[in-house]
């Protein structure tokens, strides 16, 4: 797999693990594959490559457009403004196992795959874990959240929580909202929907938001809803079953990883734009150092050490390219 660099130590060719180091090398491979096919990141964050130590995320505002200056009139000067700035710092992350001398002179099958499907696994389930917790910190109204003993910010770059009532303009514009108290349902659904496709830039410039990917946590009442609202093309609250105009529209997310930062009884939901997060950067995931593996032998007790190495990142930009429901003391919509 590409995302996976290998190291063998001097020596280990030669030496009573060299036989096994082709065989653990392809369960690492073929865990990391099935676990990033699986994985939900690159549907939530615009993942990019970093090259630096960290690196500045901005907004910018839109320029002004075309002007008519009729025949051999004069070009106008456009422009654009930096909105707010936000510096990501990647992040060393490191882990180990090992396989005593023993197992691997007994040829112990079962130890050798256990052992290495786990590592690949605590990997992936690593960033798995993290990506849930920033976004489901910021549900949760927190402007940072505690990750295995560091913290991480959940803020935008406007310096406001990702879901807040009063996001500022950087230029000009009033004050812009994307936390909502609704409870899911088809109205919530349309009435956010509709919030999102209404907001400005920092110049207060017309966006082009389409939201596409309903996200939530694995509920089953709010799976329900979510299912109801857009699972068929007729509408139930209808006596004659009229056109649900909800149905095919929608992608939809059910991460389990969301749960254990939400807290109990809960049930926030999220509306995103992809493609605005991928063009504008709204959700960023960097990755500095795709992870790397090492094996060599420990001179202390003769076993066979496996080592990875990797450093990564992420956090928040543009806070417009999500709006989040559900959550107490948001705007209310519906009935308002």
């Not at 073929?30 to 993942?47: I, N, T, V, Y």
């Not at 990647?90 to 112990?108: C, H, P, Q």
Request: with cysteine.
């Amino acid at each position: 797999m590409a995302n996976i660099t290998f190291t063998e130590g001097a020596g280990l060719q030669d030496s009573i693990f060299g036989k096994s180091q082709a065989p653990i090398r392809l369960f690492l491979e073929k865990r990391g594959e099935a676990f990033e096919q699986e994985s939900m990141l690159k549907k939530l964050f615009s993942m990019e490559v970093s090259h630096h130590f960290g690196e500045k995320l901005t907004t910018m505002t839109a320029m002004e457009g075309f002007q008519p200056v009729g025949e051999n009139g004069e070009y106008p000067v456009d422009g654009m403004q930096e909105g707010y700035d936000k510096f990501l710092e990647n992040m060393t992350w490191k882990n180990s196992f090992s396989l005593s001398r023993e197992i691997v002179e007994d040829a112990k099958v079962t130890d050798l795959k256990k052992q290495p499907s786990a590592f690949i696994t605590s990997y992936h389930r690593t960033r798995e874990k993290f990506g849930a917790a920033l976004l489901g910190g910021a549900m949760a109204g927190k402007t940072e959240v505690n990750f295995q003993g560091k913290t991480f910010s959940t803020t935008a770059a406007d310096g406001k929580k990702l879901f807040d009532k009063s996001h500022p303009a950087k230029v000009s514009g009033k004050l812009q909202g994307n936390l909502f108290s609704d409870t899911f349902s088809n109205d919530a659904l349309a009435a956010v929907e509709t919030a999102m496709q209404n907001f400005r830039g920092d110049n207060n410039e017309v966006l082009d938001v389409a939201p596409d990917t309903i996200l939530i946590p694995n509920q089953y009442a709010l799976k329900k809803a979510v299912f109801a609202a857009i699972g068929a093309d007729k509408d139930p609250d209808t006596a004659n079953n009229g056109f649900n105009y909800q149905y095919g529209r929608w992608n939809v997310i059910v991460w389990p990883y969301l749960n254990q930062y939400l807290t109990a009884g809960a049930a926030p939901w999220v509306l995103l734009d992809s493609r605005y997060n991928e063009d504008y950067g709204g959700a960023i995931w960097l990755d500095r150092t795709k992870l790397e593996v090492r094996s060599r032998i420990d001179e202390g007790n003769d076993a066979n050490v496996w080592q990875g190495y990797a450093r990564f990142t992420a956090g928040f930009n543009d806070w417009r390219f999500a709006a989040c429901g559900g959550v107490t003391g948001g705007e209310k919509l519906l009935g308002a």
